[in-house]
């Protein structure tokens, strides 16, 4: 893993944690709800995916798909809406519907 993709995984783990605190009951809803099911490897290999033009393996789009679009939706746009990451929101958010959709139809195939 490149330091780039580290540090921004730092950065949105940091971000996380400090909005944790004014936003509890969002956060909270989230986890588990959400976040719960799905491994923590394929979380980061998702937020890579749309934040970092990384990959997703297979195993990690059927675990996507379990987790639900609403899920998804959720959380990227959770975190997209970073003070950090806003600007750049549309282009984020127009990724996770690529990444759902790929990951769609990967899950029907196998």
Known sequence: MSSTVHTRRESI?????????????????????????ISPKCALDIIGVVFENLTITDACCHDLVQEGKMCHDTLIKYIAEKPHLVAHETEYLTKSDALWTHCVSISQTA
């Open 13 to 37: 783990s940091s971000s996380n944690s400090v909005l944790s605190k004014s936003e509890p009951s969002r956060t909270t809803t989230l986890w588990d709800t959400c976040l719960l099911k």
